[in-house]
């Protein structure tokens, strides 16, 4: 990505905070422009991604977000990884003309839900109808149907199940009309 575009995003970013304080809508709106123009590969219209959520912009077009999801607050998404770099140097293969970086995409499924404060590393793909759980670190293939907590992520239930449990226990709210 060339720095005119790198500035031209940065800005675009800082800009997109200032209409989450005047409206939601015209922030969901035009948080979903900025993303295609980054790059990142929408693959449906996600329902929320927090305004804070760290992409990875060394290759945005490595991330694909589906249709329904939530990214919530403080999440990082990576698709870079230079610890390759000091493996290299380890075993004095590095080159000392290049730097050397894993780069991998990230998948993230229809209808997910991705906590706050979460780490998705370069190469995970997470399934549709997932549920990433609070400060998780995610890395690999999350099958769909999962619910995923802790470091490193391991599932614990599936989607299906837990949600029925939440239904029969009567722990939910209904919220606001839905957005169309």
């Given at each position: ?19 989450y ?21 929408l693959t449906?219209k ?12 060394t ?11 939530v990214?919530?607050?403080r ?8 610890s ?43 399934g549709?109808?997932?549920?990433i ?48």
């Open positions: 990505m060339n720095k005119l575009k790198k500035i031209r995003l940065v800005l675009e970013k800082k800009l997109l905070g200032l209409k304080v005047i409206s939601e809508k015209w922030y969901i709106r035009s948080s979903l422009k900025y993303l295609r123009h980054a790059g990142v590969n449906g996600p329902k929320f991604i927090a305004r804070d959520v760290k992409f990875d912009m290759d945005p077009s490595k991330i694909s977000i589906g249709e329904g999801s990214i919530t607050s999440v990082t998404i990576l698709c870079h990884d230079y390759i770099e000091c493996g290299l140097v380890t075993i004095g293969e590095e080159d000392p003309e290049y730097e050397s970086v894993f780069l991998r995409e990230v998948t993230i499924g229809n209808n997910c839900f991705i906590g706050q404060g979460s780490f998705i590393k370069p190469g995970t793909v997470i549709d109808n997932c549920i759980g609070a400060a998780s670190v995610v890395g690999g293939v999350i099958p769909p149907d999962s619910v995923v907590i802790g470091n490193p992520a391991q599932v614990v239930a599936k989607t299906s199940e837990w949600a029925k449990k939440k239904v029969e226990a009567h722990q939910y709210l209904k919220g606001s009309k839905r957005r169309k």
